[in-house]
């Protein structure tokens, strides 16, 4: 029986191969060749995608000036974050003049970092066509698409996380050199230091240590403890913060996976074990498969001579996997809800796990015909970012979404109401983040934001200046979307004008605004806790 299956595979095999062109049976091109296509496939790709967002939106997305607003002022950790992320996000705009263009920039400088970072660990694994086909494979991937053009903590990861998984390999492949360990060590300290979820990473990599000979060498040297050193002193001042700021970070964590739902710790419902796990898994599948149908489709055959050592293929195994599957394992233990971005960074290796394990024959049909697949992909993923930004967002979408928030009219007119009727700048906005984070970025006062008037959320805050000097509140207008802070500032004593009604049109570029008329609108609704005779301003003008 297994012979006949065999012989019947070998003929439609066969049958197959007499279809395709000769280019099937040539060998793909030469590995400089490869190596300056690949150099200019990712500087074009990284160019599309810094001046997509440039084109088709005129409002930033929220992490971008929740990060500024964090960086300006100098903490070893904030509300939701750790500190490296923020201090990166104020830095880009305080070396371009605090304009945010720069944020479309870096989020490319991450993406193309790391898939550098895939190639040049590819090339120590296998083949360089099969290094160039597990980097061409991730541009499949949408998490380097539209994902990218956001610079947030995810797509940082982006970058900082391949860049340390080669770290780690050649530290554990070129004989433990103390260097290269205090680089991992390092590396690792900027992956948690952008984001907690990097521990995954961590736990993948120490069972790469446990898994493999090369790895249980390494903990008979002394390069390890001195990289893990290292990456103590990066997250101790971190740990002081939060144990001052009554862990706020964490308890954002486990608001964000609805751990604090009031079910029992270790309920076992259809939501811990089903629903939040496969929810998260097949959203996942959605698109990790649109890169895998072609790549099995081209490369059906496989080469057996294609190189690909025991370790190496342990090593991508562990890593392409284990950072997802230990979400998952989270979710189902904990019974939280696995937030869709937080997965972003999990698959730098995608594409070199395939290649080494499934060791596709690669020939110059099918490299160029899977190149011309993610190319094709590439232009299909920018249209619908454009069409979406442009119309689908602004002009047919029911809510609005961040970076179609009109941040820049609202500040503008705001901040010239609050002059208008106090002759000062103005030296506070307090609202939910999106409003606060808007105004504070965009309006020529640069006030200082005051997150949903928490004193957790913004430890820089101090509410007797707020009496002194006065501040704006802004919110959604809709009802159900009234905050609950409001009543707290009531009580609290603090003085507030009547509240005003105000329609905003949603951001769109004004090139785009004069060829489709004037988007949709939404309400808001803001009013001023005036500031205190002698504080500077003149009284309240009619």
């Keep these: 029986m297994r012979e006949t299956l065999s012989a019947a595979a070998g003929r439609l095999r066969a049958r197959i191969e ?71 996000g104020y830095l880009g705009s305080l070396l371009t003049g605090n304009s945010l263009w720069n944020s479309y920039l870096l989020s490319q400088v991450f993406v193309i970092t790391g898939l550098w970072a895939v190639w040049r660990l590819s090339l120590r694994m296998t083949s360089p066509a099969g290094a160039f086909l597990a980097v061409i494979f991730l541009l499949g991937v949408n998490f380097y698409g539209i994902k990218s053009v956001e610079l947030c903590d995810d797509v940082m990861e982006l970058g900082f996380w391949p860049l340390l998984i080669w770290s780690f390999y050649c530290s554990l492949k070129d004989g433990n050199r103390i260097g290269s360990w205090l680089l991992t060590g390092f590396l690792a300290g900027c992956c948690f230091m952008i984001k907690y979820y990097g521990a995954v990473l961590f736990v993948s990599m120490f069972a790469v240590m446990l898994a493999t000979p090369e790895g249980r060498r390494a903990f008979r040297r002394p390069g390890p403890y ?13 740990l002081i913060w939060l144990g001052g700021n009554d862990m706020v970070a964490f308890r954002y964590a486990f608001d964000r996976a609805a751990l604090d739902d009031g079910a029992p710790a270790f309920a076992f419902t259809y939501e811990r074990l089903l629903k939040y796990p496969l929810r998260s898994f097949t959203r996942t599948l959605s698109v990790l498969i649109v890169p895998l149908i072609p790549f099995f489709l081209l490369f059906f055959r496989r080469d057996e001579a294609m190189p690909s050592g025991r370790f190496d293929r342990r090593f991508v195994a562990i890593l392409a996997w284990g950072p997802f599957i230990l979400t998952l394992l989270f979710s189902v233990v904990s019974g939280g809800s696995i937030n869709y971005s937080w997965v972003v960074p999990c698959f730098p290796l995608l594409g070199l796990f395939f290649v080494l394990w499934f060791k596709p024959y690669i020939n110059a049909f099918s490299l160029r015909a899977f190149t011309g697949f993610i190319l094709l992909l590439g232009v299909v993923f920018v249209t619908i970012f454009v069409v979406r930004s442009l119309w689908q967002q602004p002009y047919l ?35 939910d983040r999106r409003e606060s984070c808007n105004i504070a970025v965009y309006s020529t006062d640069r006030p200082e934001a005051y997150f949903s008037a928490n004193p957790n959320f913004s430890q820089w805050i101090d509410e007797n200046e707020i009496r002194e000097k006065g501040a704006l509140i802004l919110f959604d207008g809709r009802k159900k979307r009234r905050p609950k802070w409001l009543g707290r500032l009531a009580e609290a004593g603090f003085a507030m004008t009547p509240e005003i009604r105000i329609e905003e049109e949603r951001a769109v570029p004004g090139w785009f605004r004069a060829l489709a008329g004037a988007p949709k609108s939404d309400s808001y609704v803001y009013c001023f806790i005036p500031p205190q005779a002698g504080a500077g301003a003149e009284p309240a003008r009619p």
């Design 18 to 88: 007499s279809f395709l062109p000769p280019s099937a049976f040539l060998p793909a091109a030469e590995p400089e060749k490869l190596r300056r296509f690949l150099t200019v496939l990712l500087c074009a790709w990284g160019a599309v995608w810094f001046v997509a967002p440039l084109l088709a939106l005129d409002n930033a997305f929220i992490d971008v000036p929740e990060n500024i607003i964090w960086g300006s002022y100098f903490q070893f950790g904030y509300d939701k974050n750790p500190y490296l992320g923020a201090w990166i």
């Design 226 to 238: 001195l990289g893990a050193v290292l990456f103590a002193v990066m997250c101790l001042p971190n």
């Design 397 to 431: 979408k029911r809510g609005c979404d961040y970076e179609n928030f009109p941040g820049k009219a609202l500040a503008a007119r705001l901040t010239a109401e609050w002059r208008r009727q106090y002759a000062v700048p103005l030296p506070f906005v307090i609202g």
